[in-house]
């Protein structure tokens, strides 16, 4: 029997060498399914993004300029004149002769207390100071020629004296129960009823002159140097916003205070139109020389987090047009107006983002627009 007339018999296994070819063209059509869906989805894939346009932002030059220096302070106003109206005596209130909120004149009766009795006595002492006088007037007249002594001339002068002082004791007295205005001013609510008893320093009524104003605050002590009698002070009250008082430095404080540290500054205030009030909060800033060589910033332009101040600054070879952000820690001082005083991190010439810096993270590229054509697509 020949090789060629072996025959498999039912429940025989195939050789190992047609196993292995099928399994070698099993792989070779997967790997050729493999390829032509590769090939098909690297054909139909999409280009990939491209980079990202460049934000549009509004920036600024940073220039040295000369800006005006102030000391800005928290101050309160006081009258230059206010009293609180009491009598000096006892007494009844016969007549109240003003109402709450009312100008008065200087020297007004406000309120009349009873004084009937000062007013009787001051009658007697009147008439007892006549006689006294009609008496000295006789003398006078006898003395020289021998009719009365010497000793009776120097008696009668005593008397009329005398008299004449009690007289002006009772007119004191009474003046006493009239409470006159000390000066012209304004009343404030009245605190007594017709027929009150008053003792002596009772509240009536406070009397406050606004036509001038102290303006009192504080600055720290390292300001002294620049500290002047008679420096402006320009007053901002927020019930007049939008509009400026001017002041001027008429005192300072020798003493620095002691738990402070700070100096205390009065200013006075001319108020004709009486639209500021005692005891307001006002902001105070002091003039002073103008820095020169100063870099500003708008306020805008800097970004505040917890580890400090910064600024994006535009860097690149024409940062003016456009450029990368590169945020920069920077140093602030005073403000004035809708400005900020930088006063290290940045340089004269560099370029700050003061518009859209929000939208813009480090290092990405941004396009300088106008200001009004940075909503513009």
């Known amino acids: 029997m020949t090789e060629t007339d072996i025959s498999l018999s039912p429940g025989a296994h195939p050789p190992r060498a047609t196993i292995r070819t ?20 690297w054909r139909n894939a999409a280009p990939p993004p491209g980079a990202p346009p460049p934000t549009r932002v509004v920036a600024t030059v940073v220039t040295p300029a000369d800006t005006p220096a102030s000391l800005d302070a928290v101050g309160s106003l006081r009258a ?12 009844r209130v016969t007549a109240i002769n003003f109402t709450a909120g009312q100008s008065i004149a200087n020297g007004a009766v ?14 007697q002492a009147a008439a007892r100071a006549a006689l006294a006088a009609a008496q000295f007037a006789r003398s006078a007249k ?10 009776l ?6 008397e009329r004296d005398q008299a004449a ?4 004791q009772l007119d004191a007295r009474i003046a006493q129960k009239q409470i006159r205005a000390p000066f012209a001013g304004s009343l404030g609510l009245r605190k007594i009823n ?9 509240a009536i009524a406070t009397l406050t002159a606004l036509d001038t104003l102290y303006v009192d605050f504080t600055v720290p002590q390292q300001d002294l140097p620049a500290l002047r009698v008679g420096n402006d002070v320009q007053v901002v009250s927020d019930a007049w916003p939008g509009r400026t008082f001017t002041a001027r430095v008429n005192a300072i404080e020798p003493r620095i205070g002691e738990d402070t540290r700070n100096v205390s500054v009065q200013a006075v205030l001319a108020n004709s139109d009486r639209r500021l009030r005692p005891g307001m909060y006002v902001t105070a800033s002091l003039d002073l020389p103008a820095e020169r060589g100063v870099l500003t910033l708008p306020a805008t332009a800097i970004i505040t987090t917890p580890s400090g101040d910064s600024v994006l600054v535009v860097r690149g070879a024409n940062p003016r047009t456009a450029g990368k952000a590169a945020p920069v820690l920077v140093t602030t001082g005073r403000r004035f107006g809708d400005r900020i005083v930088v ?21 990405a590229a941004v396009r300088i627009v106008p200001a009004a054509a940075k909503g513009a697509r």
């Open 153 to 158: 001339l120097e008696q009668r002068r005593a």
């Open 194 to 202: 017709l027929g009150q008893y008053l003792n002596p320093g009772d």
């Open 165 to 168: 002082a009690a007289v002006q």
């Open 343 to 363: 006063t290290s991190g940045l340089k004269p010439g560099d370029v700050v983002v003061t518009e859209g810096q929000l939208r813009v993270q480090p290092g």
């Open 142 to 151: 006898l003395a020289p020629l021998g009719a009365d002594s010497a000793e």
């Open 80 to 91: 230059v004149r206010e009293v609180m109206l009491a009598p000096e005596t006892a007494g």
């Open 110 to 123: 406000l309120v009349q207390l009873y004084d009937a009795p000062e007013r009787a006595d001051r009658r």
């Open 22 to 41: 099928a399994l070698i063209a099993l792989a070779l059509v997967v790997a050729i399914f493999g390829a032509i869906f590769l090939w098909r989805a």
